[in-house]
């Protein structure tokens, strides 16, 4: 059964870090190329952030030297470490393949306060 679940979302003041992990199955995993996503109250849901399968990386401009994707390929895992979080970085976080989606996960939240 296909499933994403994302965790370590939760309250950070600005400049904080936290880390959030994506377990996927092995259907939505495999050799694709991953992404996390982020979608902040009335906006639309944003790319931020990808890795191939052999880890090559991209990072939307408002992230870059600041975020830092990886993947576990062993465990199906893909991860997004944040660093000098900002409160526009408030948002839920959610992972998915790049090409392909046809669900997403409950996300998790992401508030960084001033």
């Known amino acids: 059964q296909a499933q994403l679940v994302e965790s370590g979302g939760g309250l950070v003041q600005a400049g904080g870090s936290l880390r959030l992990s994506c377990a996927a199955s092995?259907?939505?995993?495999?050799?694709?190329?991953m992404g996390w996503y982020r979608q902040a109250p009335g906006k639309e849901r944003e790319l931020v952030a990808t890795?191939?399968?052999?880890?090559?990386?991209y990072y939307a401009d408002s992230v870059k030297g600041r975020f830092t994707i990886s993947r576990d390929n062993a465990k199906n895992t893909v991860y997004l470490q944040m660093s000098s979080l900002k409160p526009e970085d408030t948002a839920v976080y959610y992972c998915?393949?790049?090409?392909?989606?046809?669900?997403w996960g409950q996300g998790t939240q992401v508030t960084v306060s001033s």
């Open positions: 890795i191939t399968h052999v880890g090559s990386t």
């Open positions: 092995r259907s939505i995993f495999s050799i694709n190329t």
């Open positions: 998915n393949r790049l090409i392909g989606a046809t669900f």
